[in-house]
């Protein structure tokens, strides 16, 4: 792990705790996984801190794990222009979890985004409604149980 990183993932467990509930290093890939709690905490400390210095939010999604109890996995990927370095936030939820919006402007796209293919609620988002499907659609479609012929009309 690079040393700016280092620095970072040391600066999380500090800061947060046992809020931070594993860090994981693959092919040079950071990432964090923290509880739903301190998401929307984790992410401004990241933006504001000036050993972290992350200044872009990359993108916001989501993973679908339909068997666990909070079956969704929502990931962030952060970018460091002055450090030069990537971050991933992950945590998980059964539906719902804090809007980075008051954090990073983008996160008003991804997380509408993410809201319409996942229908994950975001807590405080501003105008949360379908970005790409038609308002009327039923379901989510990158819902692992959604029928991959889609729903008899």
Known sequence: MKES??????????????????ITEFRDEVTVRVKKTAWFEVHQFLRDD?????????????????????????????LSIPKRHRFRVKASTSENIPSLCAVWKTANWLERETYDMFGIIYDGHPDLRRILMAEDWEGFPLRKDYPTEGYDI
């Open 50 to 78: 000036p050993d972290c210095a992350f200044d872009m939010m990359i993108d916001e999604t989501a993973a679908d794990y339909p068997l666990r109890d909070e079956r969704f996995d929502v990931i962030s990927h952060l």
């Open 5 to 22: 990183l280092q620095v970072v993932a040391q600066k999380l467990q500090e800061k947060f705790g046992d809020k931070v509930l594993a």
